[in-house]
């Protein structure tokens, strides 16, 4: 709409930003291929694509990162060279990174002003910010105690802080990489209150996500990028989620998972009172209850960092806890012998955590390597004292197959494959186990949609067969459409229980902001 | 222990103290930076040979101040190299320098000089010599004012007033100026300098530089106005202690300043009473003189509460997406 009046006032109208065959290669990886795109002056353009298509390379290069192989950038008309930082910010271009470039014991003030001081004395230049941010205040609603300092503010205001740093360098081009990952529902819309008001007042922002959502929710066009290539620019108002995911993944992909209803059997895992501190001392978990059955899936909802991560490792045998878990009936060791990820694995508790590349996978070691670890003393890969190499690779080769693993090479390292393919190597290792208990964490982060999709469908599959699932999740759409039973952890509490059909985004997205359920 | 007494550890006390001081400064601004610096001890060292070599060669102090301001930055921009532009451990640099600085002065000053390593004792220009405030004179008489005016604060060398008056300095850079912000930020969140369109590299190499300089005056001190040439090792330890006291101040410019006093004190009492004797058990001289070390592993230790390091430091800044 906003597209068409600009066009329609000023004709020919300059795009705010053009690029025009952008071409970038790392080593052999072709990162952008000839990617040619116009933005209109106060729009909102959405860039969607799955990790590793490129965008944040190609925003890189419009923010003076990396420099184009090829290619060139017109800013408002003009034929602009970025070759740095400085030259973006220059050309009226800001940046809010997807993780925040704040000094954290600054104040507010401090970090706005940084690298645009006027003069080599602080104090006037402490001065005017504290005008202008007041200014900007009221011009966009977007209010920040200037001199609270950033390790004392929520991410949403640090979040308002990397936008105003921008406006207060003048920025007209705002390019948000991923803004909502680290937000919760609420500060999420209000992000998008923010972002819809820039545009009132003739912003361009660059929208970079892998949430189609978000897209169809704010964006006036969406431009999708696959393998590094730009497949298609279109009006989000004639466009579908299902065409945008079949554009970023090059076929038909099934957004819902597609399951029945649970039948949840017998109580497996029993969960009383559980409390973990963390190295520091700090309690992260502060009493937790909870039980899962076979045959259904219970899920974690929570904005990371609120305790999640360590009930995950506690039952996983990756840290010592306080308090009684049992499996099937038979207490566990919390701390101490038999409380390790070995004992946890004998009682049939499988893990896929959260963080594949630190916990879940060696990088440099070969696939059949990663496949093995933790069932390395499994009798089928041993020969008298030594592993059965042959036996792995065949076992290996095995899984890849029926994971779909790209490219099923057993020899390559985990490193060599992308994210979704390295995760298919943990689910599948974990899976393949026909395990109790599986704890799933994060499974789908960093993971593109053709992978998601399968990893739910094996997630769901196992349930089926019976067994008990514990899934972590920061992605409420995750959350939402795998799990049969939702737990809603706040400040390393559970904040209530919902069942997914009957509560919606709202309700969890106040749960996990600590509103309880009363008062939701 | 009468007043005079006390007066003259006190003074002792300063002199013992500016070294120190001159160093720790040094490293604050290295280490707010993001560059951990433990080659303060190699750059005193060799400013600390090549003053007094070129004093003792041209007569002059200035000429050999100089020189070993030239000498500490030239380790200085090693380090800086090394960390800054390729990236390397600043530890292991940090290391090398002061192996460097411990073979290199002795190597140089016995082909030189051939005194056994060490340059000809420095007289008249060759030191600084210390500094009469006005009116010391006419008022050291009066009790009490007069000897803490005329022996506790006149009679030092300019380098020792320099020192005192880099601390208040020092904090006025750091907290009140634009390049004292940004050399707070590159040490916190170098990511976050850089993405604001300010060079990285180039603010580090700047800390690197002032760095280099203070710890060229705090080598030329040790050699030309605390003693009158320079001898194998004269700086002892002195760049570890800064260390120590660098941490214990929490990389605040007034904090170093009482945490180098505090060492300083040390040091004055451990040269004053070689054997303390506190009614009949006779501390032996050993143990004096290793005060000042056992508080810097002690501090070392931690034992002073939680100091918390500039978050960036250490790392070489690699940029990224």
């Known amino acids: 709409m906003t597209d068409d009046q600009a066009g329609g006032r000023q004709a020919p109208a300059a795009p705010a930003i053009e690029l025009r065959g952008i071409s970038k290669a790392f080593g052999p990886v072709q990162a952008n291929k000839d990617i040619s795109i116009r933005v209109m002056p106060g729009t909102i353009h959405g860039i969607i694509g799955e990790n590793g298509a490129g965008k944040s390379t190609l925003m890189s290069i419009l923010y003076g990162f990396y420099k184009a192989d090829e290619g060139e950038i017109f800013i408002n008309g003009r034929k602009t060279e970025i070759p740095d930082s400085q030259a973006a910010i220059a ?21 706005i002003i940084l690298g645009a001081e006027d003069g080599g004395l602080l104090r006037p230049s402490l001065s005017k910010a504290r005008k202008v941010l007041s200014e900007l205040a009221v011009e966009y609603e977007l209010n920040v105690d200037p001199e609270s300092r950033i390790d004392q503010i929520g991410v949403g205001m640090q979040q308002r802080v990397e936008i105003l740093k921008a406006l207060y360098r003048q920025a007209d081009i705002l390019i948000l990489d991923e803004p909502t990952g680290v937000l919760t529902p609420a500060e999420a819309d209000q992000l998008f209150r923010i972002l819809d008001r820039l545009r009132a007042e003739g912003k361009t922002i660059l929208l970079i996500t892998h949430k ?21 620019t279109v009006k989000t108002a004639d466009t579908s989620p299902e065409e945008l995911a079949e554009l970023m993944v090059g076929r038909k992909v099934l957004l819902r998972v597609d399951k029945v209803p649970a039948r949840p059997g017998q109580t497996v895992l029993e969960v009383d009172n559980l409390r973990v501190r ?35 490792e506690v039952l996983g045998g990756m840290r010592p806890g306080h308090g009684q878990i049992r499996l099937n009936g038979t207490p566990l060791a919390l701390e101490g012998p038999g409380s390790d990820g070995r004992a946890r694995r004998a009682a049939g508790i499988a893990h896929v955590p959260e963080d594949r590349q630190r916990e879940g996978l060696i990088m ?8 093995a670890f933790g069932y390395h003393r499994d009798p089928a890969y041993q020969s008298g004292p030594l592993m059965n190499n042959a036996a792995l690779l065949r076992d290996t080769q095995a899984k890849m197959q029926k994971f779909d693993v790209r490219p099923p090479d057993p020899s390559l390292a985990a490193k060599n494959f992308s994210g979704g393919n390295q995760q298919k190597i943990v689910v599948a290792r974990e899976i393949e186990r026909n395990p109790n208990l599986l704890l799933v964490g994060q499974p789908t982060r960093g993971v593109d949609i053709g992978a998601i999709e399968f990893i739910h469908k094996q997630i769901v599959a196992l349930r089926d067969q019976g067994a008990a699932i514990l899934l972590v ?48 | 222990m009468d007043f005079l007494t006390l007066i003259q550890i006190f003074d002792s006390t300063i002199r013992l103290s500016t070294p120190l001081l001159l160093a720790c400064l040094a490293g604050l601004f290295s280490e707010r930076a993001g560059v951990y610096d433990i080659g303060l001890e190699g750059k005193m060292l060799m400013a600390a040979f090549f003053s007094a070599a070129v004093a003792a060669v041209t007569g002059s102090v200035w000429l050999g101040l100089l020189a070993g301001i030239a000498a500490s930055m030239v380790l200085a921009g090693l380090h800086g190299v090394a960390a800054i532009t390729f990236r390397g451990n600043q530890l292991i640099s940090g290391v090398a320098i002061n192996f460097l600085a411990a073979g290199l002065t002795v190597l140089i000053a016995q082909d030189w000089f051939q005194q056994g390593g060490r340059t000809p004792s420095l007289m008249g220009g060759g030191r600084f010599t210390p500094l009469s405030l006005p009116l010391a004179e006419t008022l050291a008489p009066v009790p009490v004012i007069g000897p803490i005016y005329a022996e506790l604060l006149s009679g030092h060398s300019i380098l020792v007033y320099l020192a005192f008056l880099a601390v208040p300095a020092s904090w006025w850079v750091l907290n009140r100026t634009r390049f004292g912000l940004r050399l707070r930020a590159v040490g916190e969140n170098p990511a976050a300098v850089d993405t604001a369109g300010v060079s990285v590299v180039g603010l580090r190499f700047a800390a690197v530089a002032i760095c280099g300089l203070l710890c060229g005056i705090a080598g030329a001190y040790l050699a030309t106005a605390l003693q009158a040439g320079f001898v194998k090792d004269m700086t002892a330890g002195r760049g570890f202690i800064a260390l120590a006291a660098l941490i214990f101040a929490k990389w605040r410019p ?11 004190f040390l040091q004055a009492v451990a040269l004053r009473y070689q054997n303390l004797d506190i009614g009949g058990l006779v501390i032996p001289v050993q143990v004096m003189d290793a005060l000042p070390y056992i508080l810097t592993v002690v501090i070392l230790a931690g034992f002073v509460g939680k100091a918390i390091p500039p978050r960036a430091g250490g790392e070489p800044y690699v940029k990224e997406r």
């Open chain 1, 278 to 312: 963390d190295p520091k001392g700090v309690e992260r978990v502060k009493g937790i209850d909870l039980t899962v059955r076979g045959g259904e899936i219970l899920g974690i909802a929570g904005v990371a960092g609120n305790g999640q991560s360590e009930l995950l």
């Open chain 1, 473 to 520: 999740s920061v992605e409420l759409d995750e959350i939402l459409s795998l799990s049969d039973r939702i737990a809603v952890m706040f400040d390393g509490r559970i904040m209530g229980e919902r069942l997914p059909g009957e509560t919606d985004e709202r309700e969890l997205g106040l749960l996990m902001a600590g509103v309880s359920g009363e008062a939701a």
């Open chain 1, 364 to 371: 440099e070691f070969h696939a059949w390597e990663n496949v």
């Open chain 1, 91 to 111: 050309a009226g271009i800001g940046m809010v990174f997807q993780h925040f470039k704040l000094v954290e014991n600054f104040t507010v003030l401090e970090n």
């Open chain 1, 212 to 232: 189609l959502r978000e897209i169809m929710e704010i964006t006036d066009t969406v431009s999708v990028m696959r393998r590094g290539e730009m497949t298609a």
């Open chain 2, 254 to 264: 007034w904090h170093a300043m009482w945490a180098c006093l505090l060492f300083g």
